[in-house]
């Protein structure tokens, strides 16, 4: 239904190129053409406001970045073995927003690589193989993260060195008092790092995003974070930040949500914004583990790095500084949380408001208060046909998931609000 002769046709190509499985967003999968700012146009002509996509960070076809990847593309792009300033360039103006010790960089091409190559540093400094991860979790598709993914269906056997464990939260755990949701915590994470010892795997890293994204964004108790940090450093361990969703200021408050939560980091992985769709990611460590892992391994990566990614990568963090955007999601990020805690509490079947910066979750339930992924499902195609465009997660999937690009002005989240309560209205009568 609605969908074109050249939609249909298209639809069909794919599936008989790139497969049935290839996963594509809504019940009828949205045909784009281009794209501005924080909008969307379709193949059809049909505008549509961008509140999920958190690639396109600095705007969808930013015209800083589309120079800079055309210019230096014009001039030179060679792999990563050859001495150019560019990567020099991008390594100091990114570290520059670590807290000093962590003043080393490795370049990767995506999120899942650099999680790869952080597993890999942990193993071979701590000499051990266990890793603790947390319930309904996802950090990449290589295999040896396939084999610690709790979060998404996957082939592989979770791995018998790997432990997850479940993240409390004092949103929903309302009149549970915050002291006994730490204790209880504490235990299990001693029994998981305990289990991991006794099976003789010792522990090698902690790998956890610090805003628990695909986790449904769970809020847990204060000095939890440390808790568990220092936990994991007490067995051995090493801490791996996932900053795949929660870096580059998202989260308003500090460039990098394990600033912003507390947590600390041996290694920070990252990918999706970083060069604004150009595939970038990478690991930031400090330089005693990048030089023992450099002493060790002859590791390279042939296009990490090279001109043109690190122009495109410097031209967000230029965008970013410019137009202030990590201070615009803790100024944009705090007036839309408070609508959205308005438009909760116009209803019983939004039971939390999740998030923040310009990272936003809504949970939905039924009227007996079970998650209800169901009519979350339903928003989210709502707020589609009103064109807005959001997303869904969480364990029980009835998260909604909003994360527009940060450059999305004040009148652009008017009319994302505007649509939120009026599908809200619609759908959870
Ligand atoms: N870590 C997290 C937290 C992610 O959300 C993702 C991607 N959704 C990844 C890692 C993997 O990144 P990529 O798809 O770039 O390999």
Redesign the pocket.
């Known amino acids: 239904p609605g969908q074109t002769p050249a939609t249909a046709a298209l639809l069909r190509r794919r599936r008989d190129t790139l497969g049935p499985h290839s996963p594509l967003f809504y019940e009828e999968p949205l045909h784009l053409a281009s794209g501005a700012g924080v909008w969307l146009t379709a193949a059809d002509g049909t505008e549509y406001l961008d509140g999920y996509n958190n690639v396109p960070h600095v705007g969808h076809a930013n015209p800083r970045v589309q120079q800079a990847i055309c210019d230096q593309a014009g001039r030179l792009n060679v792999h990563t073995r050859y001495l150019q300033d560019r990567v020099v360039e991008y390594a100091e103006r990114l570290l520059a927003t670590f807290d000093t010790d962590l003043d080393r960089l490795f370049l990767t091409n995506?999120?899942?690589?650099a999680?790869e190559l952080a597993l890999r540093l942990a193993t071979q400094h701590t000499g051990a193989r266990g890793v603790l991860v947390t319930d309904f979790s996802?950090?990449?598709?290589t295999r040896s993260l396939a084999e610690l993914t709790t979060g998404l269906a996957v082939g592989e056997e979770f791995g018998d060195h790997v432990r997850a464990f479940h993240v409390p939260d004092t949103v929903t755990a309302t009149g549970v008092d915050p002291r006994s949701l730490l204790e209880s915590s504490a235990a299990q994470l001693d029994a998981a790092l305990g289990s991991l010892q006794e099976a003789g795997h010792g522990v090698a890293a902690l790998l956890v995003?610090p805003l628990f994204?695909?986790e449904g964004m769970p809020e847990p108790p204060d000095g939890w974070t440390q808790m568990l940090g220092e936990k994991v450093r007490a067995a051995g361990g090493l801490v791996i930040a996932?900053e795949?969703?929660s870096g580059f200021g998202r989260l308003g408050g500090a460039m990098w949500g394990h600033q912003a939560v507390g947590l600390d980091p041996d290694l920070v992985t990252m990918?999706?914004p970083m060069g604004n769709g150009h595939p970038m990611?990478g690991v930031v460590t400090t330089a005693e583990l990048l030089d023992e892992f450099g002493r060790r391994n002859m590791y390279f990566n042939t296009f990490a790095g090279n001109p043109v990614s690190s122009a495109a990568g410097l031209a967000v963090l230029e965008e970013m500084e410019d137009r202030r955007l990590m201070a615009h999601a803790a100024e944009l990020g705090a007036r839309v949380h408070r609508q959205l805690e308005e438009i909760a509490s116009g209803t019983a079947r939004i039971s939390a408001r999740r998030g923040s910066g310009l990272f936003f979750g809504l949970e939905i339930i039924d009227d007996d208060g079970s998650p209800d992924a169901r009519a979350t499902k339903r928003l989210v195609e709502e707020m589609k046909r009103r064109r807005l465009l959001i997303s869904r997660i969480g364990p029980q999937d009835n998260v909604l998931k909003i994360r527009p690009p940060m450059v999305i002005e004040d009148h652009e989240a008017q009319l994302l609000l505007e649509g939120l309560a009026e599908s809200v209205a619609t759908v959870l009568r």
């Open positions: 995506s999120g899942s690589e999680n996802y950090h990449g598709n995003d994204s695909t996932d795949v969703q990918g999706k990611g």
